[in-house]
């Protein structure tokens, strides 16, 4: 097959359309065409009185090797590359011991999947609850009921991208294509075919509660065991090697392989892990807010007269301003059409995320507007001290709130200003339980604040409206990433922990569902290579 990359066409284009531009980039003649398949399609809506489509496309004609000779210099054809996904061990007829994954976000998932269908037969331990109870656990606490410290959005099956707008893009490096499995993987599962070529593809939270049941019933029936409400209260080590777990029943589970994939909210797993003497580091995240605007405003600003085209959906941005503080301030995890959701694990702090449906059909388009923090500058001294840092913030988010789990909001036209904000606007709030009316200012650091409100204005200019009074913040923001690493070295194992392999964004090595499903993967080959005593290939690293 050829790969053509780069061929653009009219929004309004049909596939007939498609067929000639093909033919015409390739000079051939219609009958010399056999088949061709979308590999990817983006859009470039820079102008929008003029919006086009982009495609990558794999191509098959009568004589594939005569036209890529007549375009060997031409960088946009090339062979279509090989994107299936091979496995890189099986398990032995009997085996000694089984691997063990603590969590069942996108990157354990991925991992327990990958292991089972290598024959390695995992137990996969979940803290939280299956993903239907853990939906009517959250489901709850946004209707103000009591806040389930092991069953929110951040623990339970599905991990915190369940609650999400279930975004399947990432800027990770992936030469061996694990991306390309993830997403069939989620399509065998029952996600819509599209996920494979668009690219910004989602899912939102209704499609990924029957997609992540498919894939646990696919790990169990390969050999596989998942235990949930089932949390790693210690680590059995002998000397520099893994040996085990011990559970939050007492009971302990014994293996020198276990994958740590417990996401970026599992603090209590992070203070024990150090406390056993698990080499962690801090790392940079960030902290902010999240904006609120009319859907139909991006929708205009981004698309113009095109707004409401069933190709385009509702319109998404992607934002950044260096400010005059050296601090950089960025749109993060932008729902179109979606929700700002609360997203506490611990009681008596208030956390916001995002969270959008496969329809993205809500009134409001919300983001995350943060501003990157690091050790060094903002929290030094010691390796879990970003985790304190986020606990201060999100509790003083909760006081601001009314100290029932309603979030502190402001006015953007009121929070530039530097004055309280009394009264709503056109934008009402999506946030439930509830906001309280305040003034931001007094729940992040001075820096914080100082970038954002430079930041909006800048960001208005390239989103006409971006800055108008009507606009609403909603924090705190703290979750972004994990403020910790847990260092690995190239055989994926912890540097001082043999058979401990670090994993996903709590291990501080994603970012969201896709890399982190990715990073699953990675981890699994290197579980099941150590486990037959093989090295980790350098070009899989």
């Known amino acids: 097959m050829i790969r053509i990359n780069e061929l653009k066409l009219p929004l309004n284009h049909s596939e007939a359309d498609l067929s000639a531009a093909i033919c015409a980039r390739l000079k051939l003649q219609p009958e010399q065409l056999l088949q061709f398949s979308v590999f990817k399609r983006g859009v470039d809506a820079r102008k929008k009185t003029d919006i086009q489509l982009t495609y990558s496309l794999d191509v098959d004609t009568d004589h594939n090797a005569r036209v890529l000779a007549a375009f060997s210099k031409d960088e946009q054809i090339r062979p279509a590359p090989d994107t299936s996904y091979k496995f890189v061990a099986k398990a032995p007829a009997q085996l000694s011991e089984r691997p063990i994954v603590i969590g069942l976000g996108p990157c354990g998932l991925f991992a327990g999947l990958l292991l089972a269908e290598m024959g390695f037969n995992p137990i996969i ?49 992936d030469p061996k294509h694990y ?25 939102g939270t209704f499609k990924l509660v029957t997609m992540v049941e498919k894939m646990r019933a696919r790990i169990i029936e390969l050999g596989g065991e998942i235990r949930f409400s089932t949390r790693v209260d210690d680590i059995l080590r002998d000397g520099e090697q893994l040996t085990g777990v ?74 950044v301003h260096h400010g005059s503080n050296n601090r950089t301030v960025y749109s993060f995890c932008m729902c179109p059409g979606g929700t700002v959701v609360a997203a506490a694990s611990e009681e008596g702090r208030v956390v916001t995320n995002g969270m959008s449906q496969y329809s993205r059909n809500e009134r409001n388009a919300n983001s995350a507007i943060v501003v990157g923090i690091d050790p060094e500058r903002d929290y030094p001294g010691h390796p879990l001290a970003g985790i304190e840092l986020q606990r201060k913030l ?73 800055a108008r009074d009507e606009g609403l913040l909603t924090g705190v923001e703290t979750r972004t990433s994990s403020p910790i690493c847990i260092k690995r070295g190239p055989d994926y194992q912890s540097l001082n922990t043999r058979g401990l392999f670090p994993a996903g964004e709590g291990a501080g090595y994603a970012g969201g569902i896709l890399s982190a499903g990715i990073d699953g993967i990675k981890v699994a080959e290197a579980v099941a290579l150590a486990m037959l005593g093989q090295p980790v290939p350098t070009g899989r690293r």
């Open 125 to 173: 331990l979940e803290r939280g609850k299956e993903v239907r109870e853990r939906t009517k656990d959250t489901f709850g606490f946004w209707r103000k009921k009591p806040l389930n410290t092991e069953s929110n959005v951040q623990f339970g099956e599905g991990g915190a991208g369940t609650f999400s707008d279930g975004k399947l893009y990432s800027q990770v490096k």
């Open 179 to 203: 991306g390309r499995k993830v997403m069939s993987e989620f399509v065998k599962a029952g996600a819509p075919e599209e996920i494979m070529y668009v690219s910004k593809p989602h899912i």
């Open 246 to 319: 011990r559970l939050s029943d007492g009971s302990e589970l014994h293996s020198r392989y276990v994958v740590l994939a417990v996401g970026h909210s599992a603090r209590d797993t992070f203070e024990m892990l150090y406390q056993r003497g698990v080499y962690i580091e801090a790392k940079p995240f960030s902290v902010g807010f999240r904006i609120e605007h009319r859907q139909s405003m991006i929708d205009e600003c981004r698309f113009g007269a095109s707004a409401g085209h069933p190709l385009l959906g509702a319109a998404d941005y992607k934002l």
């Open 394 to 466: 999100e509790a003083q988010a909760f006081v601001l709130g009314g100290s029932n789990y309603d979030a502190p909001a402001q006015r953007v036209g009121d929070f530039l200003a530097g004055v309280p904000s009394t009264e709503l606007g056109d934008v009402l709030p999506s946030y439930t339980p509830g906001v309280k009316l305040t003034d931001l200012s007094n729940v992040l650091p001075d820096f914080v604040i100082a970038a954002i409100r430079e930041a909006i204005p800048a960001f208005d200019k390239q989103i006409k409206g971006f």
